[in-house]
């Protein structure tokens, strides 16, 4: 009768739109619970800072939280197209251009090439937590278990971040590849308010548009989703095999004879940018919950799909280069221009068309992504509940796909790309760099299990490595010309990792699939993670650090409370029904002793 109960109010949960759908703990109950709850700030947030959850609670409890499970439907095959039709998009349609022509040259393959190193060592990071931890929330949940909660509330704002910023970049580049389609500027479909600022000013109408159909789309169902998806990626995959092949047999190698124009600092300042463009493998691991079989689908699905993206970027990117001189390359739609420049008009037109399927793609499953991170983080209650619900029909979490592509469709509506790219990679980078030590975390330190000796060492190593490697960053950013301190810091980083292979004892192996080559690729992931922040400009950081300081008030107001309160909830229903059970067999026991007597 109570798990009746219990459904309904789930249900009503769902559909409704109250108080409680929101705002259900005890520290809202009334405004003096909630003046208490904030006279008791700094105990709560000890307490959440040191709680760290476990892979079993994000497994089964978090999960009952949504009402309907989601439907596993998935396969490796699924998930590969999932991960290139997530990531082939606007990053290599337009930022190719942008940053061949104002920062690395021609060499800009080799930024491709940098930032996939970067994105393939993540990408390992995350299939060993998608196997072990299949659940919908991704990274959020992985540091969660790991880090604990106000670390995994932090990736969770900037996760939360990353997918509305990357959406609305895309829907802007689809305007653009359309207006090529039809012979136009992308500003002939804007419309320029001269009041707002120049950076927000172009109000793009049509980039709305497409986050509406997108919406529909990923709300309908995960499996109709995946096969809309590949698809689509197959035909977009014939495009970019139409464009290495055709930018090659229109190559000029005199093009590259000025091939790293910008020298290093410009390669690397395209990497942390082009880092755009590996956006939304992460998205992939938020399907976790709908594989069928996590051990042997996510490592397929991850690996194979961000190697196959990786060969078609830098192939992309030198036939580009090899067509137009990096000075000429358009910045809007840099593909359909160079095979105007090269007398080939009509492949202009094939060119947008299979940027507008990639980007179709990307938002798609950018959609379904940040719905399952906004749904598992709504299940922990740092946001409110009524986002955690998943329709019993459908088996999709329409309420957080809805405000989530909203809010996407806001920010494209006034944002230029090049806004959305910068304060992007910040976000991104710092996410990966938290999950890689987050790995190193699940490896190499268990409660109750790793010596003092042992947990002392690795604090001490982990220590090092990230302060090593933010050391490199920092002296790249202000050192122009002197190599002597990475002389310093390199050997530190390189001996700091020995130093955790060598010196301290794993205390867990993976079940399943486990990344390989550990601690040595995870620490290198968090160093170069770390090396392409130091790359990225000003700006950027300031717009990242106002979005942490909305996202520290938005916590100790309200995100704390609602966790710290459902978290001892949590632990009195555990703890009532360990007594329950007790005092059941107990009573077996007494009773069997009875009639034995």
């Known amino acids: 009768m109570g798990s009746e109960n219990g459904d309904d109010g789930l249900r009503r949960r769902g559909c409704s739109c109250t108080k409680?759908?929101?705002?259900?703990?005890?520290s809202f109950k009334s405004m003096g619970n909630y003046f208490k709850a904030l006279k008791e700030t700094p105990s709560r947030f000890v307490d959440r800072l040191l709680t760290r959850s476990q892979d079993s609670v994000e497994i089964h409890d978090m999960k009952a939280r949504s009402g309907h499970e989601m439907?596993?439907?998935?396969?490796?095959?699924?998930?590969?197209?999932?991960?290139?039709?997530?990531?082939?998009?606007?990053?290599?349609?337009?930022?190719?251009?942008?940053?061949?022509?104002?920062?690395?040259?021609?060499?800009?393959?080799?930024?491709?090439v940098v930032s996939g190193v970067s994105a393939m060592l993540s990408v390992f990071c995350y299939t060993e937590f998608a196997v072990e931890i299949p659940v919908a929330g991704g990274s959020f949940a992985y540091l969660r278990v790991e880090l604990g909660d106000f670390m995994a509330f932090?990736?969770?704002?900037?996760?939360?971040?990353?997918?509305?910023?990357?959406?609305?970049?895309?829907?802007?580049?689809?305007?653009?590849?359309?207006?090529?389609?039809?012979?136009?500027?992308?500003?002939?479909?804007?419309?320029?308010?001269?009041?707002?600022?120049?950076?927000?000013?172009?109000?793009?109408?049509?980039?709305?548009?497409?986050?509406?159909?997108?919406?529909?789309?990923?709300?309908?169902?995960?499996?109709?989703?995946?096969?809309?998806?590949?698809?689509?990626?197959?035909?977009h995959m014939l495009v970019i095999l139409f464009i290495v092949i055709a930018g090659f047999i229109r190559a000029?190698?005199?093009n590259y004879s000025d091939f790293a124009p910008f020298g290093a600092r410009g390669v690397f300042k395209s990497a942390s940018v082009l880092f755009f463009a590996y956006i939304g493998f992460d998205a992939v691991s938020t399907m976790a919950e709908e594989t069928k079989n996590p051990g042997r689908d996510i490592p397929i699905g991850l690996v194979g799909s961000m190697v196959l993206t990786t060969v078609c970027y830098c192939l992309m990117a030198a036939a580009l280069c090899l067509m137009q001189p990096y000075g000429m390359i358009d910045p809007d739609a840099p593909f359909s221009v160079a095979f105007s420049a090269v007398g080939w008009d009509w492949a202009k037109y094939l060119v947008a068309f299979g940027a507008l399927k990639g980007m179709t793609t990307v938002l798609l499953v950018g959609a379904i992504g940040?719905?399952?991170?906004?749904?598992?983080?709504?299940r922990a209650h740092m946001m409110p509940p009524w986002l955690a619900h998943v329709n019993a029909k459908t088996g999709t979490p329409i309420n957080a796909t809805v405000i989530m592509l909203t809010a996407t469709a806001l920010i494209a509506?006034?944002?230029?790309?090049?806004?959305?790219?910068?304060?992007?990679?910040?976000?991104?980078?710092?996410?990966?760099?938290?999950?890689?030590?987050?790995?190193?975390?699940?490896?190499?330190?268990?409660?109750?299990?790793?010596?003092?000796?042992?947990?002392?060492?690795?604090?001490?190593?982990?220590?090092?490595?990230?302060?090593?490697?933010?050391?490199?960053?920092?002296?790249?950013?202000?050192?122009?010309?002197?190599?002597?301190?990475?002389?310093?810091?390199?050997?530190?980083?390189?001996?700091?990792?020995?130093?955790?292979?060598?010196?301290?004892?794993?205390?867990?192996?993976?079940?399943?699939?486990g990344v390989p080559l550990v601690p040595w690729l995870p620490s290198a992931s968090i160093a170069i993670n770390i090396f392409l922040l130091g790359s990225i400009d000003a700006k950027s950081y300031i717009r990242f650090a106002i979005w942490i300081g909305v996202l520290l008030v938005y916590y100790f107001l309200f995100g704390l409370h609602a966790t710290y309160d459902t978290a001892k909830e949590t632990l009195k229903e555990k703890m009532a029904l360990q007594n329950a059970e007790e005092g059941s067999v107990a009573a077996e026991s007494s009773g069997a002793a009875t009639s034995n007597h």
């Open 20 to 26: 409680d759908d929101f705002l259900p703990e005890e």
């Open 71 to 112: 439907k596993k439907t998935l396969t490796w095959w699924d998930l590969m197209w999932f991960g290139v039709g997530a990531v082939i998009g606007s990053g290599i349609f337009v930022l190719t251009g942008q940053e061949a022509r104002d920062s690395a040259g021609p060499a800009v393959v080799v930024s491709f």
């Open 154 to 235: 932090i990736a969770a704002g900037n996760i939360i971040l990353q997918y509305i910023v990357g959406g609305a970049a895309v829907a802007r580049s689809w305007t653009s590849y359309f207006a090529t389609l039809l012979n136009h500027k992308p500003d002939d479909f804007r419309i320029v308010a001269n009041s707002l600022h120049e950076d927000y000013n172009h109000l793009d109408p049509i980039s709305v548009g497409v986050c509406v159909i997108i919406c529909v789309l990923a709300a309908i169902g995960t499996k109709g989703s995946s096969v809309f998806n590949y698809i689509a990626s197959i035909i």
């Open 252 to 254: 000029d190698f005199k």
């Open 370 to 378: 940040q719905a399952r991170y906004m749904t598992h983080i709504a």
């Open 413 to 513: 509506f006034f944002t230029k790309l090049g806004i959305l790219a910068d304060l992007l990679s910040v976000s991104t980078l710092f996410i990966f760099m938290l999950v890689a030590v987050a790995l190193l975390v699940r490896r190499y330190y268990v409660t109750g299990e790793t010596s003092s000796s042992d947990r002392t060492k690795f604090l001490v190593f982990l220590g090092l490595i990230l302060a090593s490697s933010a050391a490199t960053a920092v002296y790249w950013a202000l050192e122009k010309d002197s190599w002597i301190g990475y002389c310093v810091t390199v050997p530190i980083w390189f001996l700091s990792t020995a130093g955790m292979k060598f010196l301290v004892a794993q205390a867990r192996a993976p079940k399943l699939w």
